[in-house]
Structures are given as structure tokens and as C-alpha cells.
């Protein structure tokens, strides 16, 4: 069974500072898929980050940037120039790529930034 | 339509009765997800749908929860004689087809049992 840690409960940074979250998964598949969910009080899931196992690189979208360790299981979050707007829980999942596509999801951190 | 769909927004019940929440997804994705979201916690699997059967239904907690999606396009899921230990966010997902690693999720329906 494949399970997803968030160690981290909550967090707080100033705006404009660079924040990252933790989060560490258990798998004895080859491939598959990570990603960083956020979700702000409207309850919606919006999708921040995906990461592909089989790719080296790690991805970047705008402020957004994975540290992807493979062989370490980690797969943290880095938030650059944080903004007002980042403010929600943001949760780490876990996909195999094959069969139904089930998300295993962590626990949640949630990232408050301050002005 | 734009996004998926999800009613009722927020439900109350009361222990003992019977409860449906509808989930409308995205025009034309063939897989559909029902998750439940617990109090500060992450969401859990609950049922897959790839068309009209359910592909995957091994996160259903009991019998007392059901789900259907007679069309292949909107889903309903079915809770028979609620808890309280059923009162969490409901959130329903869809996707445009197997091994995409796509998924868009609606707002969730919150449902207390009282």
C-alpha cells in the first residue's frame, strides 16, 4: 500500500519570502505520478505541481518548484516570492500510473502568509 | 460544463436518514471520482467510475454506501441511515480518460449528521 507524509501541520512566512513544504511517500512502484494540491476555504482541490517519476527534472510552474528525490521517497514544494493569495492547505498526493488512477493524498499543511 | 458541478453545496441531517449528493462533471470525461475529506484531514478514495460501472469501489466504508452513474455523465452517491461519523466534505473529481494523471475536483458537498 503506498502511503503519503506531510510532517509538517502548520506553517507561516512573510509575503515575498520563499517557502517549502515537506512531504515523503512509501511505494514499491516504478511509476508513477506526484503532485501538490492546494486547497483554499472554498474546499475545491486545484491542482499546483505534477511530477512525473520517470523524469529526472524536476518540475517548475511560475513560483512553483518540486525537489523531486527519487531513491529518498521526498518530494518537497518550494513557494518563491510568496504571495497573499497562497494562503490554503496544500496537500502532497501519490498516483500509480497504471489502473484507476487513485490519489493517495497526505495529511496537509497549512501555509499562511502573512503581510 | 465549465467545472465540476457538485450539490448540494452543504447538507444537515439528521442520524438515521437517508442522504443523495450529485456530482455533474466536466463535459466528457469518462472517469469519475467520489472522495471523502474528514476534519483536518487529507482526502480518501471512496469510488471510481469509468463510464457507467464502477471500476474500483474498494474505498466504500460499508454497505450503507452506494453510488451510481447510470449515464456515463452525472453520479450520485448514497448514504443509507447516516452517522455522525459520516459528517465530512464530500468531493467529487473527474477526468478525461485512464492514465492521464488528470484530475479536476468540484467544491466539495459538506454533509453533518447531527
Known amino acids: 500500500a503506498q502511503t503519503v507524509t506531510q510532517s509538517q501541520p502548520e506553517m507561516s512566512v512573510q509575503e515575498a519570502e520563499t517557502v517549502t513544504l515537506s512531504c515523503t511517500y512509501d511505494t514499491s512502484e516504478n511509476n508513477y505520478y506526484l503532485f501538490w494540491y492546494k486547497q483554499p476555504p472554498s474546499r475545491q482541490m486545484i491542482l499546483v505541481i505534477r511530477q512525473e517519476a520517470y523524469k529526472q527534472q524536476n518540475a517548475t510552474e511560475n513560483r512553483f518548484s518540486v525537489n523531486f528525490q527519487k531513491a529518498a521517497k521526498s518530494f518537497s514544494l518550494k513557494i518563491s516570492d510568496s504571495q497573499l493569495g497562497d494562503t490554503a492547505m496544500y496537500f502532497c498526493?501519490?498516483?500509480?500510473?497504471?489502473?484507476?488512477?487513485?490519489?493517495?493524498f497526505g495529511q496537509g499543511t497549512r501555509l499562511t502568509i502573512n503581510p | 460544463g465549465a467545472g465540476v458541478s457538485q450539490t448540494p453545496s452543504n447538507k444537515v441531517t439528521e442520524k438515521g436518514k437517508y442522504v443523495e449528493l450529485r456530482c455533474d462533471p466536466i463535459?466528457?470525461?469518462?472517469?469519475l471520482y467520489w472522495y471523502r475529506q474528514s476534519l483536518g484531514q487529507g482526502p480518501e478514495f471512496l469510488i471510481y467510475?469509468?463510464?457507467?460501472?464502477?471500476?474500483?469501489d474498494s474505498g466504500l466504508p460499508n454497505d450503507r454506501f452506494f453510488a451510481v452513474r447510470p449515464e456515463g455523465s452525472v453520479s450520485t452517491l448514497k448514504i443509507q441511515r447516516t452517522e455522525r461519523g459520516d459528517s465530512a466534505v464530500y468531493l467529487c473529481a473527474s477526468s478525461p480518460g485512464a492514465n492521464t494523471g488528470e484530475l479536476f475536483f468540484g467544491e466539495g458537498s459538506r454533509l453533518t449528521v447531527l
Open positions: 467510475f469509468q463510464g457507467t460501472g464502477a471500476a474500483d
Open positions: 463535459s466528457g470525461h469518462t472517469a
Open positions: 498526493a501519490f498516483m500509480i500510473i497504471q489502473g484507476a488512477q487513485k490519489l493517495v
